[in-house]
């Protein structure tokens, strides 16, 4: 499957947001993560693999987890974004929640 790495960041209400460029496409990802309180955390390198340009649309849910210095999305759509952390989290978390993906 293509890759590309970006940008991920999270913010203290449980947000997030997700930035990369293929083939000079700006891809935009917003989400939010539900019933579990994620803290902010300091994300040094994310990637995005997907098997289609047309998966990285509209609203998807996903699933994933944090672990030690890992964070892990997968959509319903198969889209991945794999993250490191600056720093290991303090426990493991299963995550769940909403993406929206845009393109500019």
């Not at 960041?9 to 000079?24: L, P, R, S, T």
């Not at 993560?33 to 998807?60: C, E, H, M, Q, W």
Request: glycine share 8%.
């Amino acid at each position: 499957m293509p890759a590309t790495s970006g940008k991920l960041e999270i913010d203290q209400g449980g947000n997030f947001h997700a930035n990369f460029v293929i083939n000079e496409l700006k891809v935009h990802a917003n989400g939010k993560f539900s019933k579990i309180s994620v803290p902010p955390l300091s994300v040094t390198s994310a990637l995005l693999i997907y098997p289609a340009l047309n998966d990285l649309t509209g609203d998807r849910d996903f699933g994933g987890y944090v672990k030690d210095t890992t964070l892990s999305l997968t959509s319903t759509s198969g889209v991945s974004i794999v993250a490191q952390l600056k720093d290991k989290a303090l426990e493991a978390l299963p995550l769940s929640g909403k993406i929206v993906w845009t393109h500019a």
